[in-house]
């Protein structure tokens, strides 16, 4: 019997590759920030997006976000250059924070 359809086909963050080479906004963030930016974009799955939660206790294991202030700084960056939003803040005792991808830098010629 065959595998389920699923099961054929790996899991995977998609960005491209003219971005990666050519989009100046990309070379500048820092590597907490692109860490960051993969992580909240492996989570996203075509109907969430606004309601994606990426939470420091995800993150706190890599290299680089030893810190909640290392987490929030590269959160600051990504939305201060347009790369998220921030969508529903939350807090200790609220509803955690959710974010959107803006896609602005999706389709880069």
Request: hydrophobic share 35%.
């Amino acid at each position: 019997m065959g595998k389920r359809r699923r099961d054929r086909y790996r899991s995977f963050v998609a960005i491209e590759r003219n971005v990666l080479r050519r989009c100046p906004e990309w070379r500048r963030l820092s590597l907490r920030a692109k860490v960051f930016y993969f992580y909240l974009k492996s989570k996203y799955n075509a109907i969430n997006n606004g309601e994606i939660q990426l939470h420091f206790s995800e993150l706190q294991d890599m290299p680089g976000f030893t810190s909640r202030g290392a987490f929030y700084a590269a959160k600051k960056e990504l939305i201060s250059t347009g790369w998220i939003e921030q969508t529903n803040p939350g807090g200790l005792y609220r509803n955690p924070n959710t974010y959107k991808l803006t896609g602005k830098y999706d389709a880069m010629l």
